[in-house]
Every structure is written in structure tokens, then in C-alpha cells.
Nanobody, 116 residues
Framework: QVQLVESGGGLVQPGGSLRLSCVAS????????MSWYRQAPGKDRELVAG????????NYVGSVQGRFTISRDNAKNTVYLQMNSLKPEDTAVYYC?????????WGQGTQVTVSS
């Protein structure tokens, strides 16, 4: 079955960095567009970044452009989100998503808290 397992969240001070990881299984990872979403308390879940199957095309929401980098290692079935220059408004639960031909799958989420 499809599984997505995120890790790497935590508490960080403003200006700090974190790297999130999402390990995927149960499908052909290298052909699937992978995305990171986040959901802050009281807000809708929003797309943060996406990456093509080959890793050669990426997109970002404007608020993280230039600070976050999405990448993937198809040999390890893993997608990453490098987050630099973190701000308090980046505080949220971050989710990995796989859009497959037969459905959309989400990980369990990892909490990122940016606070001094």
C-alpha cells in the first residue's frame, strides 16, 4: 500500500533552518509529482512546493520563494524540503503529498514551530 512518512520537523528560532524528509513506498516514485503542503492553526492547507518526477521542474508558493528548496532522490524514494530563513509565519504542520492516477495520498504530517 502507499505510504508517506515525514520527518525532520521541530522547534527552531526565527532565521534558522530545517530539512524535512518524506520517504515514500508502495508506488513507482520516480514518475510521480511530489508536493509539500502546510496547514497552520485555523487556516486552510496550502501548497508550499512541488517537484516533477525527474526533479528538473519545481514550483513554490510566493511566500517561500528564495527561502525553501524542494528536491528529491529517486534512488531513495525520498523528497526533501530545505527551509532556510524561517519565520514565525512558517509555523504549521507540513505534509507530503503524492498525486497518483488512482488517488491522492498524504503523509501523517510533521510539526514545524518557529519561535524565539
Amino acid at each position: 500500500q502507499v505510504q508517506l512518512v515525514e520527518s525532520g520537523g521541530g522547534l527552531v528560532q526565527p532565521g534558522g533552518s530545517l530539512r524535512l524528509s518524506c520517504v515514500a513506498s508502495g508506488f513507482t516514485f520516480r514518475v510521480v509529482v511530489m508536493s509539500w503542503y502546510r496547514q497552520a492553526p485555523g487556516k486552510d492547507r496550502e501548497l508550499v512546493a512541488g517537484v516533477s518526477g525527474a526533479g528538473d521542474s519545481t514550483n513554490y508558493v510566493g511566500s517561500v520563494q528564495g527561502r525553501f528548496t524542494i528536491s528529491r532522490d529517486n534512488a531513495k524514494n525520498t523528497v526533501y524540503l530545505q527551509m532556510n530563513s524561517l519565520k514565525p509565519e512558517d509555523t504549521a504542520v507540513y505534509y507530503c503529498r503524492a498525486q497518483l492516477s488512482y488517488g491522492t495520498y498524504w503523509g501523517q504530517g510533521t510539526q514545524v514551530t518557529v519561535s524565539s
